[in-house]
């Protein structure tokens, strides 16, 4: 099984890597070019309460002074896109993923909904990202787990549905995980334990299977590399204590049960 699932992250890197490839071919990867991504994602807005994007993003202002924008230092490109709170609504047009210098993404408290872009996955300088509070729906797609700087990942309070990709579990810098609040189920991959540097996952407000408090040997074994100092919070209400079995006896469960 664990050989199918590194076949598959290889394959995966492969076909992600030889789209990127593609769309850098066919655009002349510049400031010019984040610009024109950000304005296909203004184009897909359809409602902007404060009149934040409409009125600021706008071609006679450079893209660095927009709103919510950040550019890097050196390279001048866009390296974080900051649009939480905006209470924007609105889907996320392909070309966002030409955005090749971004490290922070942040949709968090908006109404975007739809289903994520594949062409996300070109985003490899990406450390954070945060679609908390959206609409988004559909499966959690596998790609993310060619993101291998990522190190806070929060698809928190959607509506994502199906089981948690394996190949999440495969990105070595993660620390932060939050997927409580949507619709996931099935079983927690037994890859979590290649997670060395995680502190806090919060799987609570799905539909996993088996209960922890009914069955405490489902829950693999290793959850219980992480490091002490680690926080781990699958929460539904049942258990409010330190996990019992003694190599958890650092990490706390807070209101611990799956469905």
């Known amino acids: 099984m664990e050989r199918v699932t590194w076949f598959f992250l290889i394959y995966l890197i492969c076909c992600e890597a030889a789209s990127c490839l593609t769309m850098a071919a066919q655009t002349n990867l510049n400031i010019t070019t984040d610009r024109s991504a950000l304005l296909a994602l203004k184009a897909r807005i359809t409602n902007d309460p404060r009149n934040i ?34 209470g924007l609504t609105g889907t ?6 030409n955005l090749s210098f971004l490290v922070v993404l942040n949709f968090k408290n908006n109404s975007f909904h739809g289903i994520l872009p594949q062409e ?3 985003l490899r300088r990406l450390k954070f990202i945060s679609l908390t509070n959206n609409k988004f729906m559909g499966v959690i797609p596998s790609w993310f787990g060619s993101l291998f700087k990522l190190q806070v990942f929060s ?12 190949t ?11 997927l409580s609040y949507n619709q996931l189920s099935g079983r927690i991959p037994r890859e979590i ?9 919060y799987l609570d407000s799905n539909n996993f299977e088996v209960g922890m408090c009914v069955d405490f040997s489902k829950i693999p074994n290793e959850i219980g590399h992480f490091e002490s ?31």
């Not at 006679?60 to 905006?86: D, K, Q």
């Not at 334990?193 to 996952?201: A, Y």
């Not at 926080?231 to 807070?254: E, S, W």
């Open 53 to 86: 994007v409409f009125t600021n993003w706008s071609t006679t202002t450079p893209v660095c002074n927009w709103v919510g924008v950040t550019c890097g230092a050196r390279h001048h490109r866009i390296a974080e896109l900051n649009v939480s709170n905006f």
């Open 92 to 97: 996320i047009p392909p070309e966002l993923g």
């Open 120 to 122: 996300l996955a070109c």
């Open 155 to 166: 698809l928190y309070g959607n509506q994502f549905s199906g089981s948690i990709p394996a």
């Open 168 to 178: 999440i579990f495969n990105l070595s810098a993660l620390q932060t995980i939050y």
């Open 193 to 201: 334990g290649n997670l060395t540097m995680l502190k806090e996952i």
């Open 229 to 259: 100092s680690g926080k781990i919070v699958c929460a539904i209400q049942c258990l409010k204590r330190a996990y019992p079995y003694d190599y958890l006896q650092h990490v706390i469960f807070d209101y611990c049960s799956f469905l």
